[in-house]
């Protein structure tokens, strides 16, 4: 059942959900996992209100007050903590447009956002297209400077290529979590170089390059298969359904509202269910989830495989 915890003021957005996955050498061997994610932050490293704007001192006192990534910041160590004391894995993903949408990003561009997204140290991060804004030279900073991997398996572009000699690139990473091998594979619409300034960056389709990549992983022994990505809800349920692989799709872009009875704000319309659960031609039910934007909801499915 979905329902949102308020914490912090930060709404979580929490469902359990059961997935089937690549047998491990133990079958009586399972894996619960907590997963955590958010996308469309653009800048909104301080609290804000309910419409959007920075918060003002006096709506702060009043607690009318969202998101922030120390609000963030100081959830996900809360999950991380119990991860250690209660023994339940927690992995943290974000989906990317980190990058344009206030004053303060527009001040110290690839340095804030390098700062902020340190200290939310996030387990794998996908590139939104606003992220591309300032060019090759406004990206290759941040890559370079940031200490968790960001995935992207979708970018055509040579392997001598600037965004490819950073350290953080990779078209997927791979966790292994009480026996269990998971993988995240990153993408990016290939609507890139009309919504951003890329210069020589290629795109190709999303799901190609997701099932391309599923196929390495599953003959690595990955057991289970998260897409990552910034494409759009309605492209994300097309991932979920056609790339038989993909267990979850954690989405973004489209700065999608999933939630299931009675929103915790009236002015948020949901679009659909959290999580809303495609069914494949095999009859595998894949989840699909956003967290909105702007740092306004934190997404969390316990996953029990």
Known sequence: MLKSIRTGLVLVLVSIVFIDALPVENEESALDLILLHNNDLHGRFAETTIDGPDCRPEDSFANKCYGGFARISTLVKRYRSDQEK???????LNAGDTYVGTPWFQLFK???TVDFMNALKPDVGALGNHEFDFGIKGLVPFLANINFPIAVANLNISTNHPLWQTHALERSVVFNIKGFKVGVIGYITD????LS??????VLPEIGAINEESD????QGVNIII???HSGYEKDQEIAKECPLVDLVVGAHSHTFLYTGIPPDPKDVPLGPYPTVIVQKSGKKVPVVQAYAWSKYLG?????V
């Open 191 to 194: 609507d890139l170089h009309t």
């Open 300 to 304: 969390k499915l316990q996953l029990s």
């Open 86 to 92: 209660d023994g339940l894995p927690v992995l943290f």
């Open 110 to 112: 690839d340095k804030i």
């Open 227 to 229: 897409a990552l990505g």
């Open 216 to 219: 390495k992983l599953r003959k």
């Open 197 to 202: 300034t890329p210069e020589d960056v290629g």
